[in-house]
């Protein structure tokens, strides 16, 4: 089949399919996000508009917005499609790279396609192209090999042939997965081969179940049948293998309290007798007590980040360790028992060696009550006040007035610790997105485009602060444009307040954070005016002054969102210095003369290096 490189590209991304959690046959590659320019609109860009009836493109109106929202369509559709974002060279391409970087921290599959300059070298040096004094062979995009699983330039047509099965394993595979970046030269990409017909033959990519090593399976039962006190802890992992149900009715069998990391929010319900409340920094501090008693903590499908294990602090000095992940990388870490399987095909072979094995009732109950405690803090925490509300009482309000299977979002700032800790779900399918992996300002707008392409089984909300707001606003109107409804909360409280926070109770000088607190030369420095602003880009909006003019403008917001297909938006100012607080210990740089440098000094002897496995 002679064809362009580019049309190749194009043909074998259609003949790719994914199998979903719940078993259907979908289009692996479901939306392709471009801006073209002259490094890829004819090559790529005639290619796609060829296919246009079966490759859906959507044009973006930032590189990295765009690729943002690629990754946030894969972490709607649990890693099992993937979004595709195209750039001409240069900027655009540069643009992309904090998007990569948000796909590789997360473990979510990206593909990205950005041009590159020629491999001719004829009309050197092209607009837009860096020249490199010291090697020829260097380009910008060479900035995406430290944020890519996998990466290649394409300088002859055939290499597709090699490098396309390489880039579907790296997309579909649970231990892998990541972004992908094939760099295509914009004359390559218009230069034909017999491509063989077979690559364009129809691809079915479905789960892999990998399962556990007997040995080490046999060790890990070993190991809980002589706990006392075990805890799990539900990550990412837990989601992407679709095992949040077995999770669940494995503690349930056993008497095992339950916790969550951020990746693993609202796999488990609520109210759920064993459930200790989300843990770490950003989570509960009924969860933190359990961990701290804990002498097993069974790790399912999480790399344990610094947010989910107070900087390793949270855990007890003699705890014990069991990881399952599918990422072998990641179950070792920290001197874990490390088995490596997939999550849900683990728990089906623990069930023969655990048998009856029970947990002493005393310490099941010890979860329930304990999350009772933080829940008339987080219930003190929304109660109705007259005034500006704060994030607490915000995410109380959208959490009451949300269906059991929408989807809420955030990123960044404050509101990741208010929504992780504060919110309270309804269990079952996974109905929360909190990029808190490398908390990139500007997801929470950008990524709530991508989830409302995927999420058709209820509403997006994403909820932000101002300075996200600022950071990246521009894909409202893709969203706009394209007739793709979601809502979105921006909590206005004057400046990036959750730095100031952290910067004012380590003992420094509130500077540069709170506009109030930066260098000006205007003696009335302006205001931005959101409503006006979000109104502009297309969207419907609403503001609000306090908790009741909020929970009205919501609910307005989210029948505006589905009537007109477009985003809602709901501005309202917020409170800049009330928190909730799980008490846990956050490792910072914290110079000696500042006042934090005692707490700093006494908690770091606390922290776990390596256990013993």
């Excluded at 459930?275 to 790790?299: H, K, Q």
């Excluded at 405690?373 to 995410?395: C, F, H, M």
């Excluded at 949300?402 to 309804?426: F, K, N």
């Excluded at 005016?529 to 609000?544: I, K």
Aim: hydrophobic fraction near 45%; include cysteine.
């Amino acid at each position: 089949m002679r064809l362009t490189t580019a049309q190749a590209l194009v043909a074998w991304m259609i003949a790719q399919h994914s199998e979903t959690l719940d078993g259907r046959e979908v289009p692996l590659f479901p939306a392709v996000f471009a801006i073209f320019g002259h490094g890829n609109v004819l090559g790529l860009g005639t290619a796609l508009e060829e296919r246009r009836d079966v490759m859906p493109v959507w044009r973006g109106h930032t590189e990295q917005g765009m690729a943002l929202a690629a990754v946030g369509l894969a972490k709607a559709t649990h890693r099992r499609q993937v979004g595709v974002a195209t750039s001409s060279i240069g900027p655009g391409a540069l643009n992309m790279v904090t998007a990569a970087g948000v796909a590789h921290a997360n473990r979510l599959p990206l593909l990205l396609l950005p041009g590159d300059t020629f491999v001719s070298r004829a009309p050197d040096p092209v607009l837009q192209q860096v020249e490199h004094f010291g090697d020829a062979t260097a380009t910008v995009n060479d900035a995406f090999r430290s944020v890519s699983r996998y990466f290649d330039r394409i300088t002859r047509p055939e290499q597709l042939i090699a490098t396309l099965p390489q880039v579907a394993r790296v997309l579909t595979d649970a231990a892998d997965a990541g972004p992908v970046t094939l760099a295509l030269p914009q004359d390559v990409q218009a230069e034909t081969f017999d491509f063989p017909d077979g690559l364009f033959e129809p691809v079915v990519h479905h789960i892999l179940r990998p399962r556990p090593d007997h040995r080490l399976l046999a060790e890990a039962a070993l190991a809980l049948r002589a706990a006392s006190r075990p805890l799990i802890v539900l990550g990412g992992g837990v989601r992407y293998s679709g095992a949040g149900h077995r999770a669940v009715e494995f503690a349930e069998r056993h008497g095992i309290p339950l916790t969550e990391t951020t990746a693993g929010r609202t796999l488990v319900r609520h109210d759920h007798p064993l459930y200790a409340g989300p843990l770490g920094i950003t989570g509960s501090s009924s969860a933190n007590a359990v961990a701290a008693e804990a002498d097993l903590v069974l790790a399912l499908g999480t790399r344990l980040q610094d947010f989910t294990t107070a900087s390793w602090t949270v855990f007890a000095p003699d705890v014990r360790l069991i990881s399952v992940n599918a990422a072998r990388f990641d179950a070792v870490k920290h001197g874990a028992l490390a088995v490596v399987g997939d999550v849900g095909a683990v728990l089906g072979d623990l069930l023969i060696p655990l048998a009856d094995w029970q947990v002493d009732p005393a310490w099941t109950g010890r979860a329930a009550a304990v999350r009772g405690e933080w829940d008339t803090y987080i219930d003190k925490l929304r109660a109705p006040t007259t005034g500006i509300p704060s994030y607490a009482q915000i995410v109380g309000a959208v959490n009451d007035l949300s269906e059991p299977t929408d989807y809420v979002m955030t990123a960044s700032g404050g509101m990741p610790g208010e929504l992780i800790g504060g919110w309270r779900a309804y269990g079952g399918e996974p109905t929360m997105d909190v990029e808190y992996g490398f908390s990139c300002m500007g997801y929470e707008l950008a990524g709530a485009w991508g989830a409302a392409m995927a999420h058709r089984r209820g509403l997006v909300t994403t909820m932000l602060g101002d300075g996200s707001y600022l950071m990246l606003n521009s894909e409202l109107f893709s969203a706009a444009f394209a007739g793709h409804p979601l809502v979105a909360v921006v909590c206005d409280n004057d400046g990036y307040a959750v730095i100031a926070r952290l910067q004012e109770s380590q003992g420094g000088s509130a500077f540069n954070n709170f506009y109030s607190d930066c260098r000006t030369n205007h003696p009335r420095p302006p205001r931005v005016d959101f409503a006006a602003h979000a109104h502009s880009l297309g969207c419907v909006v609403y503001t609000a002054t306090d908790l009741h003019g909020f929970r009205n403008a919501y609910a307005r917001a989210r029948a505006a969102a589905v009537e007109h297909s477009r985003p809602a938006v709901v501005i309202v100012r917020t409170q800049p210095s009330a928190w909730t607080e799980s008490g846990a210990w956050w490792e910072v740089g914290v110079p000696d003369h500042l006042s934090g440098r005692s707490t700093y000094e006494d908690t770091k002897p606390t922290q776990l290096r390596y256990l013993n496995p």
